[in-house]
């Protein structure tokens, strides 16, 4: 049983563990990926650089069960979608962030971060 639950404690991570929270970051692009496990949801989005390169961003969220709770489902997003993120950069450099904020078309906010987790507005 222990190596069972090591892959799920292992992946339930700590803000701070993971991510910069000096380094604020928006994300607008268009939904490639959606995954939506426990114990977080990851949304995946090609966004635009100011060079005009398109790079495939990834997105840490709350699990499926707390984004449920906002108010945020399954159904309200769908690949190609344009989505707005905010969040913090991994501290790897690599090309993920936090979601803190996420705007779905037609513009409504979700909180998409996990609670407790350490990070800005885990209280929320």
């Known amino acids: 049983m222990m190596l069972a639950l090591a892959g799920v404690v292992q992946a339930h991570h700590s803000f701070a563990a993971m991510y910069d929270g000096t380094k604020v970051v928006r994300l607008k692009g268009e939904l490639t990926k959606v995954e939506w496990t426990n114990p977080h949801s990851y949304f995946y989005l090609n966004v635009k650089g100011a060079d005009g390169k398109v790079v495939n961003w990834g997105a840490e969220g709350a699990n499926p069960s707390a984004l449920s709770r906002r108010g945020f489902k399954k159904g309200d997003i769908k690949i190609g979608d344009l989505i707005?993120?905010?969040?913090?950069?991994?501290?790897?450099?690599?090309?993920?962030?936090?979601?803190r904020r996420i705007t779905l078309p037609g513009g409504r906010v979700i909180f998409g971060g996990s609670q407790g987790d350490g990070g800005p507005g885990g209280a929320q």
């Open 84 to 99: 707005i993120i905010d969040g913090y950069v991994a501290k790897d450099g690599s090309k993920f962030i936090d979601a």
